[in-house]
């Protein structure tokens, strides 16, 4: 089954779902500000999507921001990182689409149609 973490206020994961229900896509939903993925599932995510790692940060949230991670981030280690990005739901990057094959961060309609 098809996960998909979304925060419900965020307009592009509201076009992503809706993207989802008119192909009648199964997926699980899953709030990534209740329910964030933790250490060990966001190694596990990042190994599988093959992206660098700074593509799971939320870079146009306001955390981001206040955080001023676009500074800090260049001089942090990769276990830093996923500490940070596992600490807070909102420093995720979203939607956050995961298949059986593919990890993919944001929505971007032809990546998502070819990946599922």
């Known amino acids: 089954m098809n996960k998909v973490y979304c925060y419900a ?3 592009t994961c509201k076009k992503a779902l809706a993207w989802l229900d008119e192909n009648k896509i ?3 939903l899953i709030d990534i ?3 964030h ?3 060990e599932t966001l190694r596990q995510l990042y190994r599988k999507s093959g992206l ?3 593509k799971f940060f939320n870079t146009s949230g306001m955390l981001y ?3 001023e991670l676009s500074k800090k981030l260049p001089d942090m280690s990769e276990d830093e990182m ?3 990005l596992a600490s807070d739901g909102m420093l995720v990057k ?3 689409l995961i298949t059986d094959e593919k990890v993919l961060t944001g929505f971007k309609e032809a990546e998502w149609r070819e990946a599922l």
């Open 52 to 54: 660098p790692l700074k």
């Open 94 to 96: 979203r939607p956050l």
């Open 9 to 11: 206020k965020c307009t």
């Open 26 to 28: 199964e997926y699980q």
């Open 82 to 84: 996923i500490r940070l």
């Open 33 to 35: 500000k209740a329910d």
């Open 37 to 39: 993925p933790d250490e």
């Open 65 to 67: 921001r206040e955080m």
